[in-house]
Nanobody, 121 residues
Framework: VQLQASGGGLVQPGGSLRLSCAAS????????MGWFRQAPGKEREFVAA???????DYANSVKGRFTISREDAKNTVHLQMNSLRPEDTAVYYC????????????????WGQGTQVTVSS
């Protein structure tokens, strides 16, 4: 499966953005999907994940502010980000795997190219 992330941009603190990840392939609905982010000088970190059956998981730092969802008919997964903070600034990546939906980066087999999110006044 190939992934294409979009929706990043510049937003003020407290604002919102919605990221989308479009996937190719007819087996998308069987894949678990994740969002990760990487800030300059830091390691890539888990943000959120959603299984094929729509179970979700979030990093503690984004719980209550971010929501992951999927539209299988459109082969798309979304990340709605509200109440954004400067520390949310990073390149955001979507990832997919047919068997894994956890927080470990190396367990995902497919990655998108990333989209920049900058939270600044």
């Amino acid at each position: 499966v190939q992934l294409q992330a979009s929706g990043g941009g510049l937003v003020q603190p407290g604002g919102s953005l919605r990221l989308s990840c479009a996937a190719s392939g007819r087996t998308f609905r069987t894949y678990d999907m994740g969002w990760f982010r990487q800030a300059p000088g830091k390691e890539r970190e888990f943000v959120a994940a959603i299984t094929w059956s729509r179970d979700t998981d979030y990093a503690n730092s984004v719980k209550g502010r971010f929501t992951i969802s999927r539209e299988d008919a459109k082969n798309t997964v979304h990340l709605q980000m509200n109440s954004l903070r400067p520390e949310d600034t990073a390149v955001y990546y979507c990832a997919a795997d047919p068997y894994y939906s956890g927080p470990i980066v190396d367990r995902y087999n497919h990655w998108g190219q990333g989209t920049q999110v900058t939270v600044s006044s």
